[in-house]
DNA sequence: AATGAATGAGTTTTCATTCAT
DNA sequence: AATGAATGAAAACTCATTCAT
């Protein structure tokens, strides 16, 4: 009713603000109590909308879930790249790898849920859904991996495609007990980081000590 | 069939054999579809009785999973003792711990799945469920980075809770890969073993390299 | 197994008493839960019986429901007449009639709450009963209005019928508030029977005061 | 259809007319059935609405059961005031209560037999509700009497909360026998409920013929 | 006769999705 | 575009009744 008169139609603005709205109470929810739980009223109340508004977005709850995934991993994975362009050494992008995650986790804690637990099962119950962008991600760790090999900083026995999901594995559970702590249990994030690329660090090194 | 002479009534034996038949399926069912999406007419279905049966045996669908998480950790623990005894050496049962990991793993596919993905959001949504089978379970391999510190054998800078955490997260990260892999794509388990201990082992040792 | 000796077959005592055990359960928790609410089990539980063994003894639930008002109103009835049995005076019977009524009900609450709740709702859903026995013992009442009509001690204008459901609903509804109403609370229901037929009978004379 | 101008949305006027269609259907089921019988899915075809429909008015089947009776007992009280407004005498006080309540029987005896049957068993099942407006309702009653003792018209033997709940059983026990009489066998109302009111009021007198 | 485990029809309630306004 | 009331399919759970032992 009272749109900014500044712009014409409802406004691109506004549908990209409310279309907003919608995923980020979407993540939310979805983070609090699970995808299945998860009721499209709530949603569309934490979004300030009606039920039936989130249909002119999006198809249908599956569809909401999905884009998130599609969306969020896209701009993760942009955002990935930011971190770590600039540094050459793969060692060190590894470090930047880490620090990103845990960075992105402790900024976006519901989010960085949702995209654990819910990413996960994702071909479970989603007809046939593949998280490509989840691979990518992932990918960039495998590639350093090959990377610190062919420099020879990196041992050649290890298997870049174990060790891959060992360390995501790794920072997720990391990730998780962080969330699911209470506030004041919270062990530091960043020390832990360190920890963590410390000991994969190490343990993939070639050095002449082995 | 084989009915012991020691048991009375519509036979004990029959009676648990039922009562496993119907928390198999329910593993099975939970593990295909997770908790929220398994229905009470699929478990009853797999099992081979009428839906009303399965409330004979528990109060209600939570029940079921709690009984599951609390029976399946409990042997679950019972294992690992028995696996780690007779070795000594902290790094020897640390070998041995994430190699009974992956056995059971391999051998229970369907249940690693159900503990690892329902576990993980079980304070969300069963009423306040403190998963104390689970802690004990990482607290075992705790004590043996404590272990390894006290003999010199590991670096006294790791933090035995984060890497405890971090160990698990990536051995559980690989069994979920590894479940969810097409069979003709698995990696091969007992080298994945490896390679996640020998990387966590070189990483924590305190060698003079370092 | 172990029945006595004495008897022969599973022995008929030994049969009526399991019959009468089931009764007196039934009438209990119908009394405390309503014929819709009462379970087999609660019943069987009562009875110390299995719930299969009630099946041996009645057709189903309905069939012990209207067993009970059967044999109940049946002894009700013959009770009431040996109650009244020796007086001649219609104004005496009414009394005794009142007094026969609460007597019954102090004896006997839980059934007094059966036959007064369930029986007035049983041509609700039980498919076709009629309570003839519940009609017979109302209109011993009316034959007594009839009586004193006769003899001119009750006013010719007084229509029995009407009367008659009049003061049966005086006693039940005394009734049902002493049994609803909690121990300490509880009125004399001895005075109440002779309040509620003094105000009858002074009500129905046919005095030269009217 | 007559859209009140001071309405929005979709109209109150429709939104009030639903309720009351499901309350109205609610009525003639629980009539019908009993509570424990009637099932939702009868009550909303009688409303002429989806069974979803019913609990966004109510929250569920026992909150519509008490929402009759709050809001039926709550018209019927104001209408009874309404009907011995203007009346002084406690006797002609008296016999307006009776003759109110046997119109409302027979205008609405549907109604009637839920309040009177389901009230009856209220504290039963339904967790701990006091049916206060009933209290309320029949206190009325008790008051007259009260006042007709204080103007020496009622006999100072008479027991006001004795006779109160015998005038109320009654009343009634005659609703429920017309209720239950088929139509063609049913008696006349205002004449039964002269007959009532002459007895009791005569029963209670304080006359010299005493 | 007695048992009580098993059955499965039946009922309440929830909630994603639709559509008239 | 937005709303939110209405829908009705779906699913957990109950319990009278059966029947193998």
Redesign the pocket.
């Known amino acids: 009713m009272a749109e900014s008169a500044t712009q014409s139609s ?1 406004s691109a603005q ?2 990209q603000d ?1 279309r907003d709205r919608i995923i980020d109470a979407a993540v939310q929810v979805f983070a609090d109590k699970g995808y299945r ?5 709530d949603i569309a109340r934490g979004a300030g ?5 989130i ?2 977005y999006f198809r ?3 569809d909401l879930l999905l884009t998130i995934f599609e969306e969020k991993m896209e701009k993760l994975l942009d955002d990935l790249g930011d971190a770590l362009s600039g540094l050459q050494d793969p060692l060190d992008r590894m470090r930047a790898y880490a620090r990103f995650h845990f960075l992105q986790l402790r900024t976006y804690p519901a989010l960085a849920q949702v995209l654990q637990v819910e990413l996960r099962q994702s071909t479970r119950f989603l007809h046939d859904y593949r998280p490509e962008k989840l691979w990518q991600y992932l990918s960039v760790f495998e590639q350093l991996v090959h990377a610190g090999q062919a420099s020879g900083q990196i041992h050649g026995d290890v298997d870049p495609f174990i060790v891959k999901w060992a360390f995501f594995g790794a920072l997720d559970e990391l990730s998780m007990q962080w969330v699911l702590s209470r506030k004041r249990d919270r062990f530091n994030l960043d020390q832990a980081a360190d920890q963590v690329v410390d000991v994969f660090l190490r343990g993939m090194l070639a050095t002449s000590a082995r």
């Open positions: 409802p506004t549908r409310k739980s998860a009721r499209i009223s909308v009606a039920d039936g508004t249909y002119l249908n709850k599956e």
